[in-house]
């Protein structure tokens, strides 16, 4: 998989409105003010903006759904279903920016 650039680690193709209260929630829990899709991002999301999340932090683990394909009798992909697949987000607080 090739490395991603720190403009697609802040593009999203689709985004949660379930998840976004999530991380609302946590940040206010926090007391940060972090907002999701902008300061909440994956572990390598963050390290292809230059970011390392700093030791002994923990994510905040996240659900989405992943279309799952087989092919038909043409060879063409037809979306069968979807599973869910978990991930960890971490705010931009549990970061420090590599090199500094």
Known sequence: MP???A????????T???NAEILLATAEDRGCQCLPYINWFTYNRWLAQGYQV?????GVKLTTWIA???KDQEGNEVVTGRRPKGYS??????????GS
């Open 68 to 70: 799952t394909t087989k």
């Open 16 to 18: 949660s409105p379930v």
């Open 89 to 98: 987000v971490f705010c931009q607080c549990q970061t420090k920016r590599i």
């Open 3 to 5: 490395k991603m650039t």
């Open 54 to 58: 700093e030791k002994g932090q923990h």
């Open 7 to 14: 403009e697609q680690a802040q593009t999203f193709d689709r």
